[in-house]
């Protein structure tokens, strides 16, 4: 799967390992004799690197992934892998922090926390890739976390809970997750609520980056126009820390039997969820089928789902994808502020996955959507920030080779060899097995209009 | 609002940190550039990461040249174009989205810009779709681009920042079609006729001023094939836009809308992008606030782009004259306080040399803000195709950024002060606190 950037920042919630049905998994520390991207290595202590020099872009993008749960790793302590992110890039070390360096030297500082992974990367423009790379890998390959730096990413999660928290999106897919998990970091949202986090303490980060931020648990990925490789290899490979024991990533057990439509709460518009469990990454071909799949259905402006959607109720907000996950993917589309009903926008949704349902696709058919999909997914890793995205990702999920950026001009790789090998009859035989049966709900309301008064004597106020 | 409160406060009187050396150089990829015997100009940046490519082509009308009566053909225009039937009955833009790609247009201040990404191999035969469609765009398609254009206008007219900004360039544009909605508006739409449609896009014929821009996997008998349908354009040059008086007053504008709270936008002249300022603009604007880049509310084949909530800065400098633009909303914060910050800011500014550390800072965020606006394909052909049209060719590319990183302090006085007075606020007020 790709990870569009959009989906990327607006996911901030969340997607990752689970274990087949019915029972639970538990991901061991990720380097383990994993078969590599080309320019990917496993330093001695277990870090991982991936080192690309790509794109005519005149930026890098620099990123470290920890392979982390979001929730922690004792009792569940949903918001806490955010917590410790915000506070690494906010504390300072000789009066200033990774946030500091990053914005003087005109680059870009993110962080998105997955259930399972957790990304903290800087786009750098070109001129300032050697200092940024060392920035970042000193202040997150060595994590310090101080007092004022704690207290600083206490304000801008709470910020955040609050952003997301009206975000009918994030609602809707945490609502899924929700619903196909019963615990574990795919269960909990990965912003937490205030009550938790209000208890957090420093100790709770200090603890939970020791814990986490151990290099066999970590990949470092360096992709930009105008890299020295060599020199940004050695970079990396001397910033690595000593080796450190990993941590085994709690088990989220599948939800069993079908649970009724999950209210996830009010948010800014109403909407409504689908979602449906899917084939584990160590299945190419099947997770590969499913990633023709959404892009065939749910690509906005072209896939037949999210065209139904539109062309019925242009204001309503379509978004689907498959996640390509460790043990189990998830597919699911979310419909926003639309003027349909739920239930009619499911009846909606239903209707056009149904051809996909009934047989294979017309030869033909079949021929011209895979052409558009091998040309979608390579547009949607073009930029030095999608392909180092896309090698953090499959390296969160156990299959780094796998990745669509691990590819060149002639399509080789794993990934574009298994869209080369997908039938109309493979495609079919995914879609059966996987959208064939009901899908888990969530809904999210319209948050109620408050009066602008309280006033008794205003008309309109509250009484 | 974050950005541009913390940086004018940095502006009014921050501690300084140490200065930092000068940034190293970055370059862009070498670039070819052709210009064929009737002046349409190819020019390519070759990448082997991936068999796909982007495409842009610009052509010399735009915004500028419309008039009171036509407002909106320009995108009308551009919207047949992109309808008109070119392979087995589909339009330019389903034959681009059945081959995986995308084919989309952007009215700019002086051009009409159509942009095609794809499979590399499938670009030549898109393009000559493109040219086709340009030459000869279909009537029959008029009645259903005209009916997109309007409802993405109306859609502008409830965005409180495109509002705003639309307020500024009234004002500060008016004698040229720059100075209406980009959109045009609906009255104007609704009189648009297929004459007057065919008639702007006689207007792109122009040999001069044509410039054709590609990024990706291309081979050089690929790019010989793309620019092929171009040679037959006529070899003339397209007549300059109307030119644009000075403002030398202040204005103060003020508009209602459906808004929960006040919005606020102030906008100054500022240099165009081929000004010998223009760098320095580039580093007041870092001082002043990152916003959004010149795109940020360009108007194109899907409405418009800036979100409702912009705030902070914009710079729109593909215009001539340019213009510097402040984005406030009163939901962000005190706006009073915020406009405090912005004249002791500019009184800053103008009033004395700031400290090289200060300068030195701004010129990296600067220089940062330049090399990340360009990260994909769709990027790279945008910017490489405006620097073909510039005097200096495509080398502007890498002397744009050599230009940001010499800016000094008394450049930044000087500029300030040329520029930054004779203010146009535009006030977009609640329905309600009018009436």
Known sequence: MIIPRGAIAALALGIACVAGAGRAASAAAPAAAQKLAPGESVLPDGLTMAVRRATLSPTAALEVWIVSPADGYGTSTPGIARLTALSVVATKVNGQSLRDIVHDNGGQLMISVFPSSTEISVLAPGNAATPLAQALLARVIHPAID??????????????????????????????????????????????????????????????????????????????????????????????????????????????????????????????????????????????????????LTRPDYGVVAKAIANDDPRAEFNGQFITLRDTGIFYMTVAAGKRSADATIAAITDAIAPVLRGPLPRGEFDRALAAFRVHTLRDTQTPEELADNYGWYFAQGAPAYAPAATDMTLSGDYYNQAAALTPDIVYEAAKTYLGVKPVIATVAPRPTTPATTSMLVPGGRP | MKLFAATVVALAGLTLTAAAPPPDATRFPQASMLRLPNGVIVTAQISSDAPIASAAVFVPAGLAQQNAANAGIAAVTAAVVLRTPVDGGKSVSAAAVAAGGDAAYTVDPEAT?????????????????????????????????????LNAAKSDDNNPAMVAYSMVRQVR?????????????????????????????????????????????????????????????????????????????Q?????????????????????????????????????????????????????????????????????????????????????????????????????????????????????????LSVTSLSDAAWLLGRSAGSPDGVAFEDALAARISSVTPADVQRVARQYLADETVAVVLPVESGR
């Open chain 2, 173 to 249: 544009y008016q004698g040229t079609g720059f100075a209406f909605p980009q959109g045009g508006r609906s009255t104007s739409l609704t009189r648009l006729t297929v004459v007057d449609m065919q008639r702007f896009a006689a207007s792109y014929q122009y040999g001069n001023g044509t410039v054709i821009a590609l990024a990706g996997a291309l081979a050089p008998g690929e790019i010989d094939s793309i620019a092929k349908p171009f040679a037959s354009w006529p070899a003339r040059s397209a007549p300059p836009p109307p030119a644009v008086t000075a403002e030398k007053r």
């Open chain 1, 147 to 296: 007092d004022a730096g704690f207290r600083d990413a206490k304000l801008r999660l709470a910020e955040q809970q609050a952003v997301a928290s009206t975000d009918p999106d994030v609602l809707l897919r945490d609502g899924i997750f929700n619903q196909l998990f019963t615990n574990g970091p795919f269960h909990a949202s990965t912003y937490g609520g205030p009550v938790i986090l209000k208890g957090l303490g420093l100790a709770d980060a200090q603890a939970f980056a020791t814990a986490a931020y151990v290099p066999a648990n970590e990949i470092v990925v360096a992709v930009g126009g105008g890299l020295d490789e060599a020199a940004l290899g050695a970079q990396i490979a001397q910033a690595a820390p000593g080796a450190t024991q990993g941590n085994v990533m709690p088990v989220s057990a599948r939800a069993q039997g079908q649970n009724p439509p999950l209210n996830a709460g009010f948010a800014d518009t109403g909407g409504v969820a689908v979602g449906w469990a899917g084939p584990a990454v160590s299945d190419e071909r099947m997770s590969t089928a499913m990633d023709f799949l959404s892009d065939y």
């Open chain 2, 113 to 149: 810009r159509f942009e095609i990404e794809c499979q590399a191999s499938a670009l030549p035969q898109l393009i000559a779709d493109l040219a086709r469609a340009l030459a000869a765009p279909d009537p029959s398609q008029f009645a259903a681009a005209r009916s997109d254009v």
């Open chain 2, 251 to 371: 204005h103060e504008i003020v508009a209602h809308r459906n808004v929960q709270v006040p919005w606020l936008a102030v906008g100054f002249a500022a240099p165009s992008q081929f000004s010998k300022d223009f760098p320095t603009m580039l580093v007041i604007q870092a001082l002043l606030g990152r916003g959004g880049d010149v795109h940020a509310f360009s108007f194109g084949s899907s409405g418009s782009a800036a979100p409702p909530d912009y705030v902070g800065a914009y710079y729109q400098y593909e215009a001539r004259p340019g213009s510097f633009l402040i984005f406030f909303n009163g939901a962000s914060g005190d706006i009073d306080a915020a406009l405090k910050q912005l004249e002791d800011g500019i009184t800053r500014l103008r009033g004395q040399q700031l400290p090289d550390e200060l300068i030195a800072r701004a010129r990296k965020l600067a220089l940062g803000d330049y090399y």
